[in-house]
């Protein structure tokens, strides 16, 4: 027989277990309509800064900030991209690590659940960085998945009121057809 312990432990466990498979059903259910919304129609950029971009920004970035970037908010975040199918591209973006003295930040980047390539950055400045999008992995709608080496809050290492988990500073991602 149970101890009530044991019993209210267990009912404990079960109630967030439940919560947690309800909250994974909702963030793919919602996801999913965010991309059905957006039209088929192929850009070439998105800027970070402005706002007019949020529809193709699904999680893990934070707001923008002056007009010109944004920061990733945790250890991975997720955009949408029209593209012209089978066209081969090169992404290229413009970005920053959040700096912490003795960490590299590394992206692994993922495209419609494929690795299409992993990129070092270097601290200081923004700088670009650039992978090759080959022709068969293009669609009309394409997901981005990008994944980072750390995200640590500015709160819990310098004492600021910033609590977002920072990795890295977006300021655009463009897309050039090959």
């Known amino acids: ?13 079960l109630i967030y277990l439940i919560a947690f498979i309800c909250t994974v059903f909702l963030v793919s259910t919602l996801s999913k309509k965010q991309i ?6 192929p850009i070439n950029k998105i800027e970070f800064g402005d706002e ?5 920004i699904l999680y893990g970035f934070s707001f923008p900030e002056n007009n010109s970037w944004r920061w990733t908010d945790g250890m991975k975040s997720k955009i949408v991209f029209p593209l012209k199918k089978n066209q081969k ?12 003295k003795g960490k590299i930040q590394k992206v692994e980047i993922t495209m419609n659940d494929r690795k299409i ?6 601290n200081g400045q923004y700088r670009e960085y ?3 999008i080959p022709s068969n992995l293009a669609l009309e709608k394409n997901t981005f998945i990008f994944k980072y080496a750390y995200a640590e809050s500015p709160k819990k290492l310098s004492g600021s009121n910033d609590i977002r988990r920072l990795g890295v500073n ?6 050039q057809e090959k």
Do not use: C, W
Not at 170 to 175: A, G, L, M, S
């Open 1 to 13: 027989m149970l101890s009530k312990n044991t019993f209210r432990i267990s009912v404990i466990v």
């Open 36 to 41: 059905d919304a957006i039209p088929n129609v």
């Open 52 to 56: 007019k971009y949020n529809q193709y």
């Open 89 to 100: 591209y090169e992404m290229i973006f413009t970005m920053q690590p959040f700096p912490i």
């Open 117 to 122: 390539g992993e990129i070092e950055l270097i």
């Open 130 to 132: 650039s992978l090759e």
């Open 170 to 175: 977006f300021k655009e991602i463009r897309f």
